[in-house]
């Protein structure tokens, strides 16, 4: 087999097709995500800090040498992304916690057994009477 057709039976496989479509998901999920959190979950937050926008908090550290840049730490670039993280993994445990209770659904209804045929029912019904018919006597 060439190097073409091995390559061809690996890229059309299931599992790289499904893959490659969560990957490009998950990449359109995550800039809906980004723009909850940025537009708005973190403005009302924000307001109630007295109108901070996190991502311009940071302090400055102190010129050792002179001509050399001032140094930052963007500690608000952090809590925002923290706030991210926070927003996709509760997004994330939600989609995950409703795709299980489906599947515990799915399970549950394959693990019942199936109701009784006619035949069964009618047998069934007949024994009940004979047994009944039996007592009696």
């Known amino acids: 087999m060439g190097m073409m057709q091995e ?3 690996f890229a059309v496989r299931g599992n790289v097709v499904d893959m490659a479509v969560g990957i490009i998901i998950g990449a359109a999920f995550g800039k809906i995500v980004s723009s909850l959190v940025a537009d708005v979950v973190m403005p009302p937050i924000g307001l ?4 901070v926008d996190f991502a311009d908090l940071a302090v400055s550290l102190p010129v ?3 001509g ?3 140094v930052t730490l963007n500690y608000g670039r952090f809590i925002q992304s ?6 996709i993994a509760a997004a994330v445990f939600l989609l995950v916690k409703g795709i299980n209770r489906v599947r515990r659904q799915h399970e549950e209804v394959l693990a019942a057994p199936p109701p009784p045929s006619r035949e069964e029912v009618l047998l069934t019904e007949i024994r009940d009477l004979l047994k009944a018919r039996q007592d009696t006597r």
């Open 68 to 70: 050399a840049e001032a």
């Open 7 to 9: 390559f061809k039976a």
């Open 64 to 66: 050792l040498r002179e």
């Open 82 to 87: 923290l706030v991210d993280f926070i927003i």
């Open 48 to 51: 109630l800090v007295g109108g």
